[in-house]
């Protein structure tokens, strides 16, 4: 097996827009123990990028990510490097300020299944399919992914996917709300990709702060006072300043984060 076959995730940057790709097509992309510091040292690098406006996660080849190794889970979730680890994957990648998509070509599975649901968007194409096993497997799903899995898709789809571990093809992923939209075959980077211009050309301030609000009130967690510091802030930004201009120039308007 070559490295191109199996290797640990990489980050990838293009202008405002970064990527992170799975590269263990041979093993459907699972994530490895030693993945995970890996991906948390990307995120840490597209944190202090503050020119940063939109991250891509996907998998190279058929599929989008298998999860986490399960053979690594075996002993409990609180082994370090562990499934308690990929728990602060997610809730980091759910957490980031800039918009999130994830390329979903094929199948994701397990963890990865809540990975994706941590992202902004989820774009599928029809050959998508997923399945979350916890429940064959004898695991208990972590608390915040629990969370997500509610409060995104409604606990009734919630409880058909933990409680039956069945696996789902891409027109179910879409009418239960999993998937954002279904590419097209052949579409699904140029949609991605539009969608991803499409979120850098808006205001970073609006944007970073409404993000943060509506993950907040989807899991019950809301600062409101942090909230109103940030409506401020947008209020008092030369991005509002600069789109009310734009707009009654009618012409796109150039924002700078500030």
């Not at 680890?85 to 809730?91: D, Q």
């Not at 709300?177 to 850098?200: F, H, I, K, M, S």
């Amino acid at each position: 097996m070559t490295n191109e076959e199996s290797a640990p995730p990489r980050l990838s940057v293009e202008g405002p827009i970064a990527t992170i790709e799975f590269c263990r097509p041979r093993q459907a992309n699972r994530v490895e123990p030693g993945d995970l510091d890996v991906l948390h040292e990307h995120l840490a690098a597209i944190e202090r990028d503050d020119a940063l406006r939109a991250l891509v996660f996907r998998g190279r080849g058929r599929h989008f990510s298998a999860g986490y190794a399960i053979h690594a889970l075996a002993g409990g979730e609180g082994r370090p490097g562990g499934g308690d680890g990929f728990e602060r994957l997610a809730n980091r990648a759910e957490d980031l300020p800039l918009v999130t998509i994830a390329a979903i070509q094929g199948g994701v599975f397990g963890g990865s299944t809540d990975l994706a649901l941590a992202c902004d968007f989820r774009i599928g194409t029809p050959a998508a399919e997923m399945q979350m096993p916890a429940a064959r497997l004898g695991l208990h799903y972590y608390e915040r992914g629990l969370y997500r899995f509610v409060s995104r898709l409604g606990l009734n789809h919630a409880k058909e996917l933990f409680l039956t571990a069945r696996r789902i093809d891409a027109a179910r992923m879409l009418a239960i709300g999993y998937l954002t939209e279904l590419a097209e075959p052949g579409q699904l980077d140029a949609r991605v990709r539009e969608l991803a211009e499409t979120v850098v050309a808006l205001a970073p301030i609006a944007v970073t702060g409404m993000k943060r609000a509506l993950n907040e009130i989807a899991r019950g967690a809301l600062d409101p006072v942090a909230l109103r510091e940030r409506v401020a802030r947008s209020g008092a930004s030369d991005d509002l300043r600069e789109g009310v201009l734009a707009w009654r120039e009618k012409r796109a308007p150039r924002f700078s984060g500030r």
